[in-house]
């Protein structure tokens, strides 16, 4: 199990099913807390354009 696991899960439902149990310890062993999953609606604001385009 990669150390950084934790980075990249933000909800217990990002978790398989068959390996929740363990990478539920290792959650809780490195502090981890639910994010807030962003609206996919509001990604076009959320992007950088370029100048001048």
Do not use: N, Q, S, Y
């Amino acid at each position: 199990m990669p150390d950084d696991i934790h980075l990249f899960i933000r909800t217990k439902a990002d978790i398989p099913i068959t390996m929740k149990d363990e990478i539920l310890t290792l959650l809780e062993e490195k502090g981890w807390e639910k994010r807030r999953v962003p609206d996919p609606t509001l990604l076009p604001r959320l992007i950088r354009k370029r100048r001048g385009d």
